[in-house]
């Protein structure tokens, strides 16, 4: 069993960053991925950045590309978002996941075997 606790998020103004970090306890896996996902209201849940863990492939959805980055502490067991340039588009509350037996990180949500609790992130105009 593996618990995701995000942490991070916050209220900031069009064009500022936040940092978001999800830390992994329990049981872990040597090829595990990790994934942020986000959902506004009324919308699908949308897959933001993985990463895999062994093959340290990384996948970003194109509207972040070049304003988040996905990386990971392997001693922390902890892989983190960097967000920059935010946009009000961007407002919703972003999940971390987690799979077992993952070369590249899915960007499924039914892929994911493990959630956090997710935590709010709001971009004002």
Do not use: H
Request: hydrophobic share 35%.
């Amino acid at each position: 069993q593996v618990q995701l606790a995000e942490s991070g998020g916050g209220l900031v103004q069009a064009g500022g960053s936040l940092r978001l970090s999800c830390a992994a306890s329990g049981r872990t896996f040597s090829n595990f991925a990790m994934a942020w996902f986000r959902q506004a209201p009324g919308k699908e849940r949308e897959f933001v950045a993985g990463i895999a863990w062994f093959t340290k492939i990384i996948y970003y959805t194109d509207s972040v590309k070049g304003r988040f980055t996905i990386s990971k502490d392997n001693t922390k067991n902890t892989v983190y978002l960097q967000m920059n340039t935010l946009k009000p588009e961007d407002t919703g509350r972003y999940y971390c996941a987690a799979r077992g037996s993952a070369s590249v990180p899915a960007r499924r949500a039914e892929d994911y075997d493990y959630w956090g609790q997710g935590t709010q992130v709001t971009v004002s105009s």
